[in-house]
Structures are given as C-alpha cells and as structure tokens.
C-alpha cells in the first residue's frame, strides 16, 4: 500500500454532527481526504446525485461481525454456484454498483475516479462473483488493516452479492481486531446478521482496527 499526500482539508469533531449523521460538506475526494475521512469514523455520499459531497457519520452504526454472518440453507447451496476473486475488475465492480438506473443511486464518475485511485494505491479492493466468466455480482470498500468499510453492492444472479459478502467475511474473520463497517442497516444486511452499535463505540473498534495488520486480500 502506498499511503498518498496528506488530505489539505481538516474535518470538523465528531460532536458537530446533525441528527441525520451529516458532519460536513464539500472538501474533495483525494486518496489522502478520503483515508483521513475514514479513520476519523467519516465516509462520503453526496447529498443529492451528481451535488457537493457530505461526510458522514451516522449514530447508531451499522456493522457486521464476522462470527456472526448468517449463511441460509439457499445461500449456502449458491456458494457453490460461482467462482469468486479478489481484484479480478474493480473499475467494472464500482461501476456496476454505480448503474445509474439503480433507484436512490448515487455513485457518479467522480465517485468512480476516487476509488479507483485508492484501489490502485492498494486501499480499495473488490470481492467479485463470477459465473461462467461473466461477472454477476460483488462489493467493494475501503481496507485500512483491520478495519473494511463497505460500500456498495450489486447483483444481477440470485445471492451473487450475497457470496460476495461470505467471501469478504472469510477475509476478515482470522483478523485480530476487525471491524466490518456497513454504515447504515438495510432489511437486507439485517438478515445477513448485520447490527448497530453507539457511535462510540464505533469509533473505539475503528482505532483498534485501523492500527491492527489487515489480511492478505487473496
């Protein structure tokens, strides 16, 4: 990993943030703005598609321990229907993620730049699921040692996202420290056994994950 410039804006304390989780808006998307957003408990959404981005730090916080994945009977039969990779396309995984024709999309090309850039400096990865060569589905995020922040999301097969998801846990689960980061609870994260905690103590799981040694991405 090579760790960029560091980012040239400073972001507001965590106790500034408004009800929504909003802590501020604008800066940019640089690999360095984006890290230091990160490790403070911050990640970028923009407040409306193709608008000024806003930093985020919602409380509670969703996120998903790896002992506590759940795996349905369904799901575990469809862990065998794909091959899985690490890093196989990660542009094409960011960009279908980004299909614009997704309802409440909100990953736009400069979205797509940044974490391409972060991905090339070896902070952003991809866990992918591919079926007869055709990619069907994945998830990508951030890494910073022990700590993943996901991002997004996508399927065009039945549980494609879902394998993705197994497989990103199996990354994590020999971690000492880990810390799993889905931001905000959907229906769907919930019956994978995702769950919320205080944003303080986010944000105490966050400092030990981020210094902890994160794994191997293979």
Same mark, same amino acid.
């Given at each position: 990993m090579i760790e960029p410039p560091?980012?040239?804006? &400073?972001?507001?304390p965590v106790d500034d943030v408004d009800e929504s989780g909003l802590v501020a808006a604008g800066a940019d998307l640089a690999p360095g703005t984006l890290l230091h957003a990160y490790r403070l408990g911050y990640f970028p959404m923009p407040l409306e598609r193709g608008g000024v981005v806003g930093w985020w730090s919602p409380d509670p916080r969703g996120i998903l321990d790896p002992g506590k994945l759940v795996i349905s009977r369904s799901l575990r039969r469809s862990l065998r229907r794909y091959d899985v990779f690490i890093d196989r396309d990660f542009e094409a995984v960011v960009r279908r993620c980004g299909d614009p024709n997704r309802p409440s999309g909100w990953i736009t090309e400069p979205?797509? &730049?940044?974490?391409?850039?972060?991905?090339?400096?070896?902070?952003?990865?991809?866990?992918?699921t591919w079926s007869d060569g055709v990619?069907?589905?994945?998830?990508?995020?951030?890494?910073?040692?022990?700590?993943?922040a996901g991002e997004s999301m996508f399927a065009t097969a039945p549980d494609a996202s879902k394998v993705a998801l197994v497989a990103l846990v199996d990354q994590l689960r020999g971690v000492d420290g880990a810390l799993l980061d889905v931001q905000w609870l959907t229906p769907?994260?919930?019956?994978?056994?995702a769950s919320e905690i205080p944003r303080s103590a986010y944000l105490d799981r966050l400092h030990v994950a981020v210094n902890c040694p994160g794994p191997r991405w293979q």
């Open positions: 560091p980012s040239a804006w &400073e972001f507001p979205i797509v &730049e940044a974490y391409c850039r972060l991905h090339a400096l070896g902070w952003a990865h991809s866990v992918e990619l069907v589905g994945g998830l990508y995020g951030v890494s910073i040692g022990g700590f993943f769907h994260l919930v019956s994978l056994g």
